[in-house]
């Protein structure tokens, strides 16, 4: 990496240098973003009960107050019915700004006050690569709850997307490739990557006229992010991280001299004591459990089951959703897959919250599903050193019948 942009021709290292930011160029994300984080303010929205997006009792207002907004005729729409919306979302949950809070009986989307401080700190370059290298490296269509395109990654469906229309020679298959996702389509939009020109070069042209094409910034971050992306893979062997953005900082930053801090990357706070009260239900049976924080979840496991009249000869995995909204798995020891491993992790590891749901996934093959609510979260001393069984409610269900 000696030569600062050896993965960048003079000329399109050029095209970088000369491109302007601002609120609303290269595209209008800087303007909408804020929008969205002005709209949640202070006191936060409501999130919808399963799928944690915009309530949509929010959805016309916030609408409105986009660059673009889009008409639908829907009166009950949902968060992707308006794919702008759909993907500031997607940046606001995988930058950190944006996170849910447990409040009585709904949750809430809330801002981060220390990562908003550190936002309002940035300047207008900052702030627009930061949020693009989220995209790029958090930004997974699980987040969302999509299924769309090939990729799990957003960012490497609209880069197919691009890959796509330039093998094809008309750039304007991009409005066609709705099963890559609409919100996907918004973010190449907002920031830049995607514009709309007439399709005469007449003086006067009716909105009618115009088609979508890549702009020429847009080609050329595509196209060396795309390919940034499969070198870091094959350099450092992991799969995206926040490590991308230092790894193409080192080509990038010496033709964006003003771009120089990035957003507040807030690390998981770590519970080493006090203790939590998990409520685990499986059908119509509940055992309420005083956890410390310190216990290993392969102890956690065999609380849960002792405390069902269970037996442990099975494997079993934690499933829950980390802090931007990607699903996590903590494996038996003896499993073959798992982003982390129970008798490794503890439960104060995990990203412990009131209100956080998880489950216990236990006998593969019975598909037993043991639903654990966080109800209190003690952070420090308590009365327990191992876990507990507090209450209980209804008869334990039968593990085998027969």
């Given at each position: 990496?000696?030569?600062?942009?050896?993965?960048?021709?003079?000329?399109?290292?050029?095209?970088?240098?000369?491109?302007?930011?601002?609120?609303?160029?290269?595209?209008?994300?800087?303007?909408?973003?804020q929008?969205?984080?002005?709209?949640?303010?202070?006191?936060?929205?409501?999130?919808?009960?399963?799928?944690?997006?915009?309530?949509?009792?929010?959805?016309?207002?916030?609408?409105?107050?986009?660059?673009?907004?889009?008409?639908?005729?829907?009166?009950?729409?949902?968060?992707?019915?308006?794919?702008?919306i759909?993907?500031?979302?997607?940046?606001?949950?995988?930058?950190?700004?944006?996170?849910?809070?447990?409040?009585?009986s709904?949750?809430?989307?809330?801002?981060?006050?220390d990562?908003?401080t550190?936002?309002?700190?940035?300047?207008?370059?900052?702030?627009?690569?930061s949020?693009?290298f989220f995209?790029?490296?958090?930004?997974?269509?699980?987040?969302?709850?999509e299924?769309?395109g090939?990729?799990?990654?957003?960012?490497?469906?609209?880069?197919?997307?691009y890959?796509?229309?330039?093998?094809?020679?008309?750039?304007?298959?991009?409005?066609?490739?709705?099963?890559?996702?609409?919100?996907?389509?918004?973010?190449?939009a907002?920031?830049?990557?995607?514009?709309?020109?007439?399709?005469?070069?007449?003086?006067s042209?009716?909105?009618?006229?115009?088609?979508?094409?890549?702009?020429?910034?847009?080609?050329?971050?595509?196209?060396?992010?795309?390919?940034?992306v499969?070198?870091f893979?094959?350099?450092?062997?992991?799969y995206?991280?926040?490590?991308l953005?230092?790894?193409?900082?080192?080509?990038?930053?010496?033709l964006?001299?003003?771009?120089?801090?990035r957003?507040?990357?807030?690390?998981?706070?770590?519970?080493?004591?006090?203790?939590?009260?998990?409520?685990?239900?499986?059908?119509?049976?509940?055992?309420?459990?005083?956890v410390?924080?310190?216990?290993?979840?392969?102890?956690?496991?065999?609380?849960?089951?002792?405390?069902?009249?269970?037996?442990e000869?099975?494997?079993y995995?934690?499933?829950?959703?980390?802090?931007?909204?990607?699903?996590?798995?903590?494996?038996h020891?003896?499993?073959?897959?798992?982003?982390?491993?129970?008798?490794?992790?503890t439960?104060?590891?995990?990203?412990?919250?009131?209100?956080?749901?998880?489950?216990?996934?236990?006998?593969?093959?019975?598909?037993?599903?043991?639903?654990?609510l966080v109800?209190?979260?003690i952070?420090?001393g308590?009365?327990?050193?191992?876990?507990k069984?507090?209450?209980k409610?209804?008869?334990?269900?039968?593990?085998?019948y027969?």
């Amino acid at each position: 990496m000696s030569n600062k942009n050896q993965h960048l021709s003079p000329e399109n290292a050029e095209i970088i240098k000369n491109q302007t930011f601002s609120d609303t160029q290269p595209g209008s994300l800087l303007k909408d973003f804020q929008a969205l984080l002005d709209f949640i303010g202070d006191d936060g929205i409501d999130a919808t009960k399963t799928t944690h997006h915009i309530g949509m009792k929010y959805l016309f207002e916030l609408n409105e107050r986009m660059t673009r907004p889009v008409e639908t005729e829907l009166k009950r729409p949902q968060q992707k019915t308006f794919p702008v919306i759909h993907g500031l979302y997607l940046l606001l949950r995988t930058s950190g700004l944006g996170r849910l809070v447990a409040q009585k009986s709904k949750t809430l989307i809330v801002l981060d006050q220390d990562i908003l401080t550190s936002w309002r700190s940035l300047n207008t370059k900052e702030r627009y690569f930061s949020l693009l290298f989220f995209w790029v490296s958090r930004g997974e269509e699980e987040v969302l709850g999509e299924r769309s395109g090939i990729y799990g990654s957003s960012f490497l469906n609209a880069v197919y997307i691009y890959r796509t229309a330039s093998q094809g020679g008309n750039s304007s298959i991009v409005t066609e490739c709705r099963y890559y996702g609409p919100h996907n389509i918004a973010l190449l939009a907002l920031f830049g990557f995607i514009e709309a020109v007439p399709k005469k070069s007449n003086k006067s042209v009716d909105t009618a006229d115009m088609q979508v094409v890549f702009s020429s910034f847009g080609k050329v971050m595509l196209t060396y992010l795309g390919d940034a992306v499969s070198r870091f893979m094959n350099e450092t062997g992991n799969y995206l991280s926040d490590e991308l953005y230092d790894f193409c900082a080192k080509d990038l930053n010496p033709l964006i001299p003003d771009w120089q801090n990035r957003l507040l990357i807030k690390e998981r706070e770590v519970l080493t004591e006090g203790y939590s009260v998990i409520a685990v239900k499986v059908r119509d049976a509940v055992r309420k459990l005083a956890v410390p924080h310190d216990t290993f979840l392969d102890d956690l496991a065999s609380s849960i089951l002792d405390a069902f009249n269970f037996d442990e000869d099975h494997l079993y995995e934690f499933i829950y959703k980390n802090s931007i909204g990607l699903i996590e798995r903590v494996a038996h020891s003896f499993a073959d897959d798992g982003d982390y491993w129970a008798d490794d992790m503890t439960l104060g590891e995990m990203p412990i919250h009131e209100g956080m749901t998880f489950v216990f996934h236990y006998d593969f093959g019975d598909d037993w599903r043991f639903q654990c609510l966080v109800e209190t979260v003690i952070k420090e001393g308590g009365k327990y050193t191992e876990p507990k069984v507090i209450e209980k409610k209804g008869r334990a269900p039968k593990q085998y019948y027969y």
